[in-house]
T-cell receptor
């Protein structure tokens, strides 16, 4: 597709379960970001991938959160033992180069932990 | 690392008036400053950006100004319309070398 694609668009899970969120960036984009956005709040940085460099994990809120990016393309964000405070919209974005030009956002995954 | 502060967090203006949102950044090496607009329930989208080799850029009713000495940049919206109501985010980065760092966002409401 032409844009950044995220799946699923909505996810309801029980507290304590693990979830995987997927991001398909725009083909050829080397930079990929994950953000979390709680209702009415700003963009909370989670993790940043750039090419083959080690990811910047400085925004991950706890060791229950992890992410990987395979082959420099698709990325998955995994949340283990989900808690109610993990409920939010998780946004992925990609750009051609780090900080260069437009960062394109996906439509987000709305995660609800019940 | 870079830190971006954005003010105000909320802004309410009358339709037809101007709106100004301000951001400051900490890393003097930053050279790329985009602005994103996020309408309710939608994804953020780029509306305008500026690079450090210029001081101002305009696109119809929207303009961005940059003061590198003071390390701040601003978004100006003139003749505001109801469809300008949204959350606006500023960001800063070192182009080609550093990730985008976003401000906290400004919720702009245009009152009819």
């Amino acid at each position: 597709g032409a844009g950044v694609s995220q799946s699923p668009s909505n996810k309801v899970t029980e507290k304590g379960k693990d979830v995987e969120l997927r991001c398909d960036p725009i083909s050829g984009h080397t930079a990929l970001y994950w953000y979390r956005q709680s209702l009415g709040q700003g963009l909370e940085f989670l993790i940043y991938f750039q090419g083959n460099s080690a990811p910047d994990k400085s925004g991950l809120p706890s060791d229950r959160f992890s992410a990987e990016r395979t082959g420099g393309s698709v990325s998955t964000l995994t949340i283990q033992r989900t808690q109610q405070e993990d409920s939010a919209v998780y946004l992925c974005a990609s750009s051609l180069y780090p900080g260069a030009g437009e960062a394109f956002f996906g439509q987000g995954t709305r995660l609800t932990v019940v | 690392g870079e830190n971006v502060e954005q003010h105000p967090s909320t802004l309410s203006v009358q339709e037809g008036d101007s709106a100004v949102i301000k951001c400051t950044y900490s890393d003097s090496a930053s050279n790329y400053f985009p602005w994103y607009k996020q309408e309710l329930g939608k994804r953020p989208q780029l509306i305008i950006d500026i690079r450090s080799n210029v001081g101002e850029k305009k696109d119809q009713r929207i303009a961005v100004t940059l003061n590198k000495t003071a390390k701040h940049f601003s978004l100006h919206i003139t003749e505001t319309q109801p469809e300008d109501s949204a959350v606006y985010f500023c960001a800063a980065s070192i182009q080609g070398a550093q990730k985008l760092v976003f401000g906290q966002g400004t919720r702009l409401t245009i009152n009819p």
